[in-house]
């Protein structure tokens, strides 16, 4: 199936309709969400997880750890070996008691370390190398199997980490949007400029779009959103009406 392209913005919904949906709690389901920097990927699924009765992974918070864990350790660019094995033993792992799941590095939480501008930095680079690659993937599908109700968002869950997913979505947006998203997430209004910000997006796509392992492409079965001019509610309102037909779809066939 090839992808498919949402042109239409949704139509709005009472908030009791918006809320009133949830996937039935007998169903398994795997969501992925991927797309590049600044298309409100975290964001929308974790609302989507929310209002689906589901749980939410943020894979980009996976690969910021370990991007710090490299900074603050002190491990060089060529000590690749030193960095996935210190990765290894931090046992990176999410608390589920809290909205979003925080995310731990030898028990200690560490999401106040993740969005710091000097990992914002790196990360491109540590997402790069193959063995830390297929030992997060190994981590998200060990994930899945204990939270078999998940929505999860990254760069290559449709196509690499979970390809048979039931649902899959790709979302971008303009670079010029992704860039002023992109600095309001990361609370850099008085640090950076949206043309040094345009510069970083556009530096990442080439990085994630040519690496060898794991490239960020889109899903040929994938639901394709352009969020530039949707509100956020507007895009959960889309992907919402998806899910819900491609679940009826699935307990049909059971």
């Known amino acids: 199936m090839s992808a498919t392209r949402a042109t239409s913005q949704p139509k709005q919904r009472s908030t009791a309709d918006r809320t009133g949906y949830t996937v039935p709690s007998s169903q398994e389901i795997i969501i992925t969400i991927d797309g590049p920097a600044g298309t409100g990927k975290s964001t929308v699924a974790r609302k989507l997880a929310g209002r689906l009765g589901l749980d939410f992974l943020d894979t980009g918070a996976m690969y910021r750890a370990a991007a710090a864990i490299m900074i603050d350790r002190g491990i060089d660019r060529e000590e690749v070996g030193e960095l996935v094995s210190t990765v290894i033993g931090a046992d990176l792992h999410f608390d589920w008691s809290a909205d979003p799941p925080t995310i731990l590095a030898w028990d200690h ?79 850099l209004e008085n640090e950076v400029s949206l043309d040094e910000m345009c510069r970083r997006i556009a530096h990442r796509d080439e990085v994630d779009s040519t690496r060898s392992d794991g490239p960020l492409i889109c899903p040929e079965d994938a639901i394709v959103l352009d969020t530039s001019g949707l509100s956020i509610e507007g895009v959960i309102d889309a992907m919402e009406r998806a899910v819900r037909e491609r679940v009826a779809a699935l307990i049909d066939l059971e």
């Open 109 to 187: 939480p560490i999401d106040h370390r993740i969005r710091a501008d000097d990992v914002t930095e790196l990360v491109s680079y540590v997402a790069t190398i193959p063995e830390l690659r297929s030992h997060m993937v190994r981590k998200q599908r060990v994930i899945f199997a204990q939270h078999p109700r998940l929505v999860t968002e990254g760069r290559d869950q449709g196509s690499v980490a979970f390809p048979d997913a039931p649902v899959k979505f790709y979302l971008d947006a303009d670079p010029a949007v992704r860039a002023r998203r992109r600095i309001e997430q990361l609370g």
